[in-house]
C-alpha cells in the first residue's frame, strides 16, 4: 500500500515484524531469566556450605577439639545463621548427613551435605544439586 503525501505511520507489515521480532527476544530471554533463579539458589547453597566450614573452625578455635558427628548439629548447624529461604534438612547423627536446602519444596534446590570426624580430623562434602522434591 502506497503512503499519500503527508501521511504518517507504520504499514501492517512492518508492525508484524516488529512484533515478531519482540516474540524472538522474548523467547531467547524468558529461559535465561529462569535460569538465573537456578543459579542464584544454588549459590546461597554454596554459601551457606561455607558459613557451615567457617563454624567448624570457629567450633574447633573455641573448644580445641574437632567437633563430635553425634552431636554437630546442636554444636556446630545451631551456630550458622540462616536468611531467607535456606534451610537445613534434618541431621542424621550416624551417617553426618544433613539437606542444605534454597527454596520451598517442589520449586527449590537442594544438596546432601555429609559430615565427619573420622580420625580426628573434620571433613564436609557436598553433593551435587538438585531439584528439591
Do not use: C
Not at 567457617?54 to 545451631?78: C, E, G, H, M, R
Not at 551417617?95 to 517442589?106: C, I, K, N, P, R
Not at 534446590?109 to 580426628?120: H, I, K, N, V
Request: glycine residues 10%; without cysteine.
Amino acid at each position: 500500500m502506497l503512503k499519500k503525501e503527508g501521511q504518517k505511520g507504520f504499514t501492517l507489515l512492518e508492525f508484524v515484524m516488529v512484533i515478531i521480532l519482540l516474540g524472538i527476544l522474548a523467547s531467547v530471554a524468558i529461559p535465561k531469566f529462569i535460569d538465573l533463579s537456578t543459579d542464584a539458589r544454588d549459590g546461597a547453597i554454596d554459601a551457606t556450605y561455607g558459613a557451615v566450614q567457617s563454624a567448624i573452625s570457629i567450633y574447633i578455635a573455641k573448644n580445641k577439639v574437632v567437633p563430635p558427628q553425634a552431636t554437630f548439629d546442636t554444636d556446630v548447624l545451631a551456630d550458622v545463621t540462616l536468611t531467607g529461604d535456606l534451610s537445613f534438612g534434618a541431621y542424621t547423627a550416624a551417617t553426618g548427613e544433613f539437606y542444605l536446602q534454597a527454596g520451598a519444596s517442589g520449586a527449590g534446590r537442594r544438596a546432601l551435605a555429609t559430615y565427619s570426624d573420622a580420625g580426628g580430623s573434620p571433613s564436609l562434602t557436598l553433593a551435587p544439586k538438585g531439584v528439591w522434591p
